[in-house]
């Protein structure tokens, strides 16, 4: 089993080295020596083996850490830096909320928080105004005499 580890290893370190392999940080080697890069690939694949051992090795340099590193701040899954992004995506849904109901529709996706904003205080400002709202009061009421 030794030589095994150390042949599988071997394995690893060319699957890795591999330029087609450069977005893959996993590889799974069944029993029999045969590297797989998804597992379900390899689950299949041992089944029809009497030793059903699967081993995975990881790519294990700086790039994939920082790499890993920048997947888990972006999904959020860190302490701080997931509550900071909980509120913030808690923020823009009430952005959404208020310029759907303000304008009858979505804002578009591509638009930043701030434009939002922007965009909502206009349009309350415009609804507030006192001299956007005299249209209508400025005309005078003018009675016709009775015949």
């Not at 042949?7 to 370190?13: G, L, M, R």
């Not at 060319?14 to 940080?25: D, G, I, R, Y």
């Not at 959404?96 to 349009?123: N, Q």
Request: aromatic content about 8%; charged content about 35%.
């Amino acid at each position: 089993m030794a030589d095994n580890k150390k042949k599988f290893e071997q394995e690893a370190k060319a699957f890795f080295a591999n330029q087609k392999n450069s977005n893959k940080n996993t590889c799974y080697i069944t029993s029999d020596g045969n590297v797989f890069s998804a597992d379900h690939y390899a689950q299949d694949w041992k089944k029809k083996l009497k030793d059903r051992t699967v081993e995975v090795y990881h790519r294990h340099n700086p790039v994939s850490k920082i790499i890993e590193k920048i997947k888990e701040t972006l999904s959020g899954s860190e302490g701080s830096t997931g509550s900071e992004n909980g509120s913030s995506q808690t923020d823009r849904d009430a952005l959404v909320k208020e310029y759907i109901e303000l304008f009858d529709t979505k804002p578009h996706h591509k638009w930043s928080d701030e434009k939002v904003k922007a965009l909502i205080d206009e349009k309350k400002a415009e609804s507030n105004d006192p001299e956007g709202s005299d249209d209508v009061e400025g005309t005078e009421e003018t009675t016709l005499p009775n015949e």
